[in-house]
């Protein structure tokens, strides 16, 4: 019995040594960086003792510390149970929004706001909850844009970052790698490039980048290249010789003349202890975007621009400011031709990880931050927006669900519907009144077809059959004008709004509607009387009633549409009363109705207000109302066409 117990003893020991051993091996790769393998080694531990709480914490921060926070909820969640801390618990929300588990989420940050006080804090905590419900109304920017694996292109490890420089594509991958990166596990990375023409590539082509050898032991990864092609900017970093770069740094490779120099340090990088990364230039050249963490941020990674200097550097680096750049990390700028600014961030609402964003100028002028949607974005990282045909196609990176390997290679292209197409026929016919009979066709009249903004679309003579025909678009505004020398000119409104069918109701590509509508002119005749209908007054006054003004109004466009002629307006009345007074309620209606057509903006020199009172009775001895309402009347003649 007791060298049973010795002997147990003896065996706890050596666990317990191993133990520590293991512990101590892990700590020091966590501290060098060297994540995957921390994982692990601790996750050795956690097999043993899955309590162990310095596993479950080195375990959750390796994961996320390496881009892959999703992985780390379950550890975050055994480190709350011991140790409830902001930290924990903010972290795990992060892990669980990641996996989409957004309930979840929200409780694990609102467990955080109950740790702390500091309010940077408890602003990123708003953030993300204000985020999650944010995220539920997300429009796709461009709603009929289709994204597709590059299958063919891509591997089972990382592919990403590609640009498209001179009909070569580039782009970074770990195909080819020799050495393991020892955060993630993962091989390097280098940089690739094969032909391409817009999306289609030439995947049997791919070959390591020829301009200059990669490196073995490193990363080099998201290259950038100048529009003139002169000039390739890359990432390079993550080497675990102690005489290397201790942080991922920008070099630059220029051509000259007979091929592209050895790649060189970027003075932009500023410090060697910085992280630099994700470079892209401008549309013209002069400016370098790029990510970098270095002192002065809004927190994690942020974005900054450079000028290009006089001696073909660049330098003068400058945040791009808290409206773009977050508490969280931006990456992979992107500034397109027409001054939309592409970007992959973590810290804008969003689906998950990184997602990509535009900021835009709104009416106002003010910038605008837009996540571009689920049908580009994901709940896993999704960046390195590149546009081949801005903004219809082009192609982006991705770590989502269903791809080849861990980061792939997608493309993009709009795949709107084609329009149906729907013409509108209009067919004008132009007559002419006359007294007593049907109207009649009118030959040679001219017909102009103005649109909205007053523009004349068309204009031709009716024909023999009095007739115009015109080709006009859907649920739009027109104005008709007719006019032949002896005829009153007359325009119309004419609207084709509601009377076209649905476009996404129709088979046809093309369809034509036919539409009709006749334009009557009056003839133009000096001296002869024209009754203005539907003008009455109030007894023994002479006020324009809201009624008499409607008709008034067809007068007044009478004379916008023949500026050349001048009237004589009179006014009428019927027998009963003196014939002073008659006279004198005549003259004032008809003067009032005058200061009513000035007051529409018509010239009082084309006006003569002349009062009639009963001197020019239509039936004499008038005995019933409606009889006296016939000699009651307000009309016009025309006493005058200037040339």
Request: hydrophobic fraction near 35%; proline fraction near 5%.
């Amino acid at each position: 019995m007791k060298n049973h117990f010795l002997w147990t003893l003896f065996l706890g020991l050596i666990l317990l040594n191993a133990c520590k051993s293991l512990q101590e091996k892990g700590t020091e790769q966590y501290l060098s960086g060297e994540y995957q393998y921390a994982i692990n080694t601790f996750s050795q531990i956690l097999e043993e003792d899955p309590e162990n709480q310095e596993a479950n914490q080195i375990v959750a921060e390796s994961y996320r510390l390496s881009n892959r926070v999703e992985r780390a909820a379950p550890y975050y969640e055994k480190l709350v149970e011991e140790d409830p801390t902001f930290e924990n618990y903010f972290f795990l929300g992060q892990s669980l929004k990641a996996q989409q588990e957004d309930e979840k989420a929200k409780e694990a940050f609102e467990k955080a706001r109950e740790y702390t006080q500091d309010e940077s804090l408890l602003a990123r905590v708003n953030q993300e909850l204000s985020g999650i419900e944010f995220a539920k109304g997300i429009e796709n920017y461009w709603p009929y844009h289709e994204l597709v694996n590059y299958r063919e292109l891509n591997t089972s490890g990382p592919d990403y970052a590609p640009i498209v420089s001179e009909q070569f594509l580039y782009f970074t991958s770990a195909r080819q790698a020799s050495g393991i990166y020892p955060a993630t596990g993962t091989p390097y990375t280098k940089l690739f490039r094969t032909r391409a023409e817009d999306l289609r590539v030439d995947v049997s082509g791919i070959q390591p980048l020829p301009e200059f050898q990669n490196e073995e032991g490193l990363n080099q990864a998201a290259a950038a290249i100048s529009p003139d092609g002169n000039t390739i900017i890359y990432a390079r970093g993550n080497s675990t010789s102690p005489r290397d770069l201790p942080e991922t740094a920008l070099f630059a490779s220029y051509f000259r003349g007979s091929g592209f120099s050895q790649p060189i340090w970027m003075p932009v990088n500023e410090d060697e202890f910085w992280w630099n990364s994700t470079p892209s230039f401008s549309p013209d050249g002069e400016e370098l975007y790029f990510a970098s963490n270095r002192p002065g941020g809004f927190g994690g990674i942020d974005l900054y621009k450079a000028t290009k200097l006089a001696n073909g550097d660049f330098g003068n680096a400058v945040n791009l400011g808290p409206n773009i750049n977050t508490a969280g990390n931006e990456l992979f700028p992107r500034m397109a031709p027409d001054g939309k600014f592409f970007f992959a961030s973590d810290g804008h609402p969003g689906f998950g990880k990184l997602d990509l964003f535009v900021a835009e100028s709104n009416e106002d002028g003010e910038q605008v931050i837009k996540n571009l949607g689920e049908n580009i974005n994901s709940s896993a990282d999704d960046f390195a927006i590149f546009f081949t045909d801005y903004p219809k196609e082009g192609f982006l990176s991705s770590n989502r669900e269903g791809g080849v390997g861990d980061d792939d290679i997608y493309y993009f292209e709009d795949k709107t519907p084609t329009p149906k197409i729907v013409n509108v026929l209009l067919n004008v016919t132009t007559k002419e009144r006359v007294a007593g009979e049907e109207d009649q066709i009118l030959e040679q009249a001219r017909v102009v077809l103005y649109n909205e903004e007053n523009k004349q679309i068309g204009g031709d003579f009716s024909n023999s059959r009095g007739q115009v025909r015109f080709t006009m678009e859907p649920e739009s505004d027109y104005t008709i004008i007719t006019s032949k020398n002896g005829y009153f000119s007359k325009s119309i409104a004419y609207s084709t709004r509601g009377k076209t069918p649905d476009p996404s109701t129709l088979v046809q590509d093309v369809t034509n509607v036919s539409l009709d509508t006749t334009v009557v002119l009056d003839q133009l005749i000096l001296d002869k009387s024209i009754i203005l209908e539907n003008i009455y007054y109030d007894l023994d006054k002479a006020e324009i009633r809201p009624d008499a003004a409607a008709e008034l109004d067809k007068l007044v466009q009478i004379l916008k549409d023949n500026p050349t002629i001048r009237i004589e307006l009179s006014s009428h009345t019927d027998s009963r009363s003196s014939d002073q007074y008659n006279l004198d309620l005549s003259q004032r209606r008809a003067q009032s109705a005058v200061d009513y057509i000035v007051s529409q903006g018509i010239d009082e020199d084309r006006l003569v207000a002349k009062g009639y009172g009963e001197t020019q009775l239509i039936i004499e001895n008038a005995q019933t109302e409606e009889e006296h309402q016939v000699n009651r009347r307000t009309e016009f003649k025309v006493i005058e066409i200037q040339e």
